[in-house]
């Protein structure tokens, strides 16, 4: 896909040659995330409940301290097989170079193999805001706003 103007541009690095003609790369204009590939040799089966740490082959620097990188779980693996990132959600800071690595984690309850190359995760550029903290006593309504939200406690909104 051509370089669209102000689109960010990242830097990548192939850790492994054979992911020339693997790159990730949006699926359509409307896709929010590249795929993420499973660097693998052989296929790996993950057995009910068990993690493994899935090399992707690739370093990304977004350089960018207003941008941030997220790698989350392809929706049909989950729903369909379990299988879910081991951290849930992994954030990838402006400044990391090294390899991105997709924490995998079957939560089913059958034993799911993953091939090598198979598509595995989404890789999602972010903006990150940063922010100053102000230490005060207690909010004032500039702070706390009309509803007062959190002073029942967590889950004190009800449940629908």
């Excluded at 993420?36 to 899935?54: F, H, M, N, S």
Aim: glycine share 12%.
């Amino acid at each position: 896909m051509p370089a669209i103007p102000d689109r960010p541009r990242l830097a990548i690095q192939l850790l492994d040659e054979r992911l020339r003609d693997a790159l990730p790369h949006y699926a359509t204009e409307g896709s929010a995330g590249m795929d993420l590939r499973a660097l693998l040799d052989a296929p790996l089966t993950l057995a009910p409940g068990q993690c493994e740490l899935i090399r992707t082959g690739l370093a990304i620097h977004i350089a960018d301290p207003n941008l941030a990188g997220m790698i989350l779980p392809r929706s049909g693996l989950g729903h369909k097989h379990g299988i879910v990132l081991g951290n849930l959600v992994g954030l990838i800071d402006s400044d990391y170079q090294g390899e991105l690595m997709i924490s995998t984690w079957n939560r089913g309850d059958a034993p799911f193999t993953i091939e090598p190359f198979e598509r595995l995760a989404q890789y999602v550029l972010v903006p990150v805001m940063h922010a100053d903290l102000e230490v005060v006593e207690a909010f004032d309504e500039r702070h706390r706003g009309a509803d007062q939200r959190g002073t029942g406690g967590f889950g004190s909104s009800g449940r629908h």
